[in-house]
């Protein structure tokens, strides 16, 4: 138990679908990041969120969007995948950035394009 | 691009001490050196980290040498439950925002048996 809540924990959908990821920390964090984990691959960040503020978008296509409503809770929005979007996305916290420290990160929500 | 090189897997038998070693020759006097694992399926979790000096903490301790251009990172006893890719990674700081980006390789695998 890391503090930090990933729903749903494994999605499919079609290319056409629109679905969401949500993420929700119980550790009074001010900086949120979504990471990509494809197979065999390294973890790729794609968003950063200090204090609700998108701080980082690493060239993450539109398909994927973003949203930070408060400092506790990130949603990923997801339409028109394509299936090498197929992947472990991970959500993490930390206390705050450009401190260092640890990231604290969620169980992931692996996601399957068809 | 990550700036760490790990042997891509390790063996240890239960109970012994692993040594996970991470070559970093192109740090630079202001990054830190992390250590992360993964455990099958679940997301990343901090070990420990560190600067200079080695550290120890409840999970592990962290030798890193006079040069800084290495390190090791040393489970004392390791269980089964040990298994898991483990990340060594230099912390970059990032400017304007001056959040810090932490960049996973491939890791180390590391397998304890019975």
């Known amino acids: 138990e890391t503090g930090v809540t990933q729903t749903p924990r494994h999605l499919v959908m079609g290319m056409t679908n629109k679905k969401s990821l949500k993420c929700e920390q119980h550790?009074?964090?001010?900086?949120m990041y979504w990471y990509k984990q494809s197979a065999k691959k390294p973890l790729e960040l794609m968003f950063v969120?200090?204090?609700?503020?998108?701080?980082e978008n690493n060239s993450v296509p539109s398909r994927f969007s973003p949203e930070c409503p408060n400092s506790s809770h990130l949603f990923l929005h997801l339409h028109t995948l394509q299936p090498e979007d197929s992947a472990l996305y991970l959500c993490?916290?930390?206390?705050?950035?450009?401190?260092?420290?640890?990231?604290?990160f969620g169980e992931g929500s692996r996601l399957t394009v068809l | 691009d990550a700036k760490t090189t790990q042997p891509p897997s390790m063996d240890c038998a239960e109970g012994r001490a692993a040594n996970l070693p991470c070559n970093h020759s192109?740090?630079?006097?202001?990054?830190?050196v992390y250590w992360y694992r993964q455990i099958h399926s679940q997301g990343p979790q901090y070990i420990i980290h560190?600067?200079?000096n080695n550290e120890t903490n409840e999970m592990a301790s962290l030798i890193i040498t006079e040069d800084r251009k290495s390190s090791t990172l040393i489970l004392p006893h390791a269980t089964l439950r040990d298994t898991a890719v483990y990340y060594c990674?230099?912390?970059?700081?990032?400017?304007?925002?001056?959040?810090?980006?932490?960049?996973f390789g491939t890791g180390t695998r590391l397998q304890v048996f019975p």
């Open positions: 993490a916290s930390s206390q705050d950035l450009g401190l260092g420290g640890e990231l604290f």
């Open positions: 550790l009074g964090h001010n900086a």
């Open positions: 969120y200090s204090l609700e503020e998108r701080v």
């Open positions: 192109t740090i630079s006097g202001n990054e830190y």
């Open positions: 560190g600067l200079k």
């Open positions: 990674i230099v912390r970059v700081p990032r400017k304007p925002y001056n959040t810090d980006k932490l960049i």
